[in-house]
């Protein structure tokens, strides 16, 4: 959840340290701080994003070319400075950087104070710190021995990077369900919870495994052992990651950016796996393990946020297409249920970033009980992928804004691909229709550029819905899983009410809310069930609702009764959600900026949910 960056080498620290924390600010931005050694350990830290630090460290010489550095996330007390990490040991010898949760903090923290330590801060981390200081001082042990006794006494989930004023030629870093990548350059090192801090100085990296504690020395020298004091042998990688995509560019934020990047995203989840004038779909993690989907008893889509969204339209795919029986749980209640899963079942982990904590827990209870797994993620190299039996990447390139919008549709391209492949496999999906869909998804990209192009007008409508206090979004089949998805996006960036709800289920309920005052958003592409949708409007018009449908083109018949209408390209129905979504997200997006809203780092949330 939150972001860690340290460097050790040659060059100056802190500028090194400060752009790692830009980079990583949508990890966390409640506070931030460094810490740099130069002789004395000199700390910085400040309630606020990383411009608040800046400011607050002003004009003064920070210099040193050993520190480490933090952008949180708050758990453990409130935001504020004295919180802010990094934290420092009671006798000012070490520092400490933490991403995670320390669970038995309060009965270490107890046993520490009987022994003498005081605490400044509400935190778990500073917990950490102080029982590091203890058994180095007891038992007068490196740091390295140190932080992996204290580690061994831990419970719960951590990446940290620690720092000794006594040993400044080297840093000490370790990880437990929590990222943390490890760049390689010429007598340098950087840490950092991803790869975005470090692509700009090093293509080489080494992704640290769960309980293994990295020593990184001024001289070049890495080593890594596990929590058991086993030595072990560093796997080198190299980034497949460009600078201009981490950065805005001619955008006014990363979501935006983002948004208009889907034609490409898209795209790019689709090369090389189809080809719709030769007639062929292939999902590599699907080919090598074919028989055991094809002869799945079911499927179990576990994930959170927009991505369990996500797993609902492939629950719709897979049963349709493929006809396979598919449950789709929140990854935070399944791990903590007794469920029925044995080796006939598949368990698909859907996440963007890999690293989401409820998820990871999810897989280990199904890999207990035998299943497949099966990892669909955006990060290369992230814990899922490794986790995971099989899977595939989206590829849909960093996702910076903290309200999924690429990997969503990056999530669904790939879910809807497995979909086609499977159903045609098992004999489901007739040759013609086939080839249909593979032409229609192939033209996907298309068809959102089209979307896109309408910003201007979706940007009125947005004018229109600002001011409201609630919303609601109703969609039918395909389109009731993105009814939930821009119900969500609009609470997520522009704090505005909205639930999602199947447009049937309107009357069993929420019809009682709406009034003149109360935007009703209808996803009405569904040709199946079109003339039931008509009625829904007709029902949401007779009491006073405002109506903004998104319809096919050429679609008068909703147009006629719809206050505001977002037109977008005809598809198949299976395909429709990839095209429905997008007007969505430009409308969250221009009401939460007409608002006054940071779209990029909305309060509250986090980018990586690594913590439970």
Known sequence: MCGIVAYIGEKDAYPILINGLKRLEYRGYDSSGVAILNGDMNVYKKKGKVQDLIDHVGKQRVKGNIGIGHTRWATHGKPNDINAHPHVSGNKRLSLIHNGIIEN?????????????????????EVLTHLIEEIQNRDNLSLEEAVRIALTKVVGAYAIVVMDAENPDILVAARKASPLVIGIGK????????????????????????EEIAVVHRDGNLSIKNIDNKLLTPFVEELNLKIDAIEKGEYDSFMLKEIFEQPSSILDCMRGRINAEEGWIKVGGVETRLEDFLNARRIIIAACGTSWIAGLIGEYLFEE???????????????????????????????????????????????????????IVNVVGSSIARMTDTGSYIHAGPEIGVASTKAFTGQITLLTMMAIYLGYEKGRIPRPYYTQLLRELENIPNKVSKILEKDSHIKYIAGEMKDATNALYLGRGYNFPIALEGALKLKEISYIHAEGYPAAEMKHGPIALIDENMPVVVIATNMSAHDKIVSNIQEVKARKGRVIAIINEGDNKIKDIADYVIEIPETDEPLTPLLSVIPLQLLSYHIAVMRGCDVDQPRNLAKSVTVE
Do not use: M
Request: proline share 2%.
């Open 105 to 125: 903090y309060i009965t270490l923290k107890e046993a520490l104070i009987k022994l003498g330590h005081t605490f400044e801060s509400e935190t778990d981390t």
């Open 187 to 210: 007598k340098e090192f950087f840490v950092a919870s991803d790869a975005t801090p470090i692509i700009e100085h090093t293509k080489k990296v080494v992704y640290l495994n769960d």
């Open 321 to 375: 297409l493929a006809r396979i029986s598919v449950e789709v749980e929140y990854a935070s209640e399944l791990r903590y249920r007794n469920p029925i899963i044995n080796e006939k079942d598949i368990v698909i982990a859907l996440s963007q970033s890999g690293e989401t904590a409820d998820t990871l827990a999810a897989l280990g209870l199904a890999k207990e009980k035998h299943a497949t797994l099966y990892g």
